[in-house]
């Protein structure tokens, strides 16, 4: 790392959130109303481990949108596949998103894009940084830099 630059974490929510969730399933961590909060806790749990392991100067979290890629549009059978997503982790989104706001985390979102797409971006525009990205798609290899 450059002396004196400064340290930027981007984390891909969407990954750390799933991540998060299927880390603590077997917890089934509930809200005395029957609210399910596994992924919740667990995303504060990475999001801490984060904060005191790299001790960012700045940190972000790049989130997908529910519309549709460019992808989708390219291929229709994009993530068909894929299983759909328990329902106990869709009703944890929107605390998620709380959590994030109440650290004041900057958050970006950018319909027709996901999250790894954002981050991408925002690697090449902040090139000469020092730049952690935590994703956990094996793409994002082709980001590794001296910065990155």
């Given amino acids: 790392m450059p002396k004196n630059s ?4 981007l984390i891909d929510g969407n990954a750390l959130v799933h991540r998060a969730f299927h ?26 481990n984060i ?3 790299l ?3 700045y940190i972000a979290v790049a989130f ?23 329902q106990d982790l869709i009703s944890q989104f929107p605390r998620i ?8 985390i900057p958050v ?3 319909d027709g ?5 954002v981050i991408g971006t925002l690697s090449l525009k902040l090139l000469k940084r020092c730049l952690h990205c935590h994703r956990s798609d094996m793409d994002a290899l082709q980001l590794v830099d001296d910065h990155t």
Wanted: glycine share 2%.
């Fill in 113 to 117: 894009f996901e999250a790894d797409d």
């Fill in 64 to 86: 997908d949108t529910s519309k549709p890629t460019f992808r989708h549009q390219e291929f229709k059978d994009y993530k068909a596949t894929r299983p759909d997503t328990h």
């Fill in 97 to 104: 998103q709380e959590l994030v706001e109440t650290f004041n």
């Fill in 55 to 57: 001790n960012p100067d």
């Fill in 51 to 53: 904060y005191t392991r």
């Fill in 23 to 48: 880390a603590f399933f077997q917890s089934d961590l509930r809200t005395s109303r029957g609210e399910p909060t596994t992924a919740v806790y667990g995303f504060a749990v990475m999001l801490l």
């Fill in 6 to 9: 400064k340290k930027l974490v």
């Fill in 108 to 110: 970006f979102a950018v």
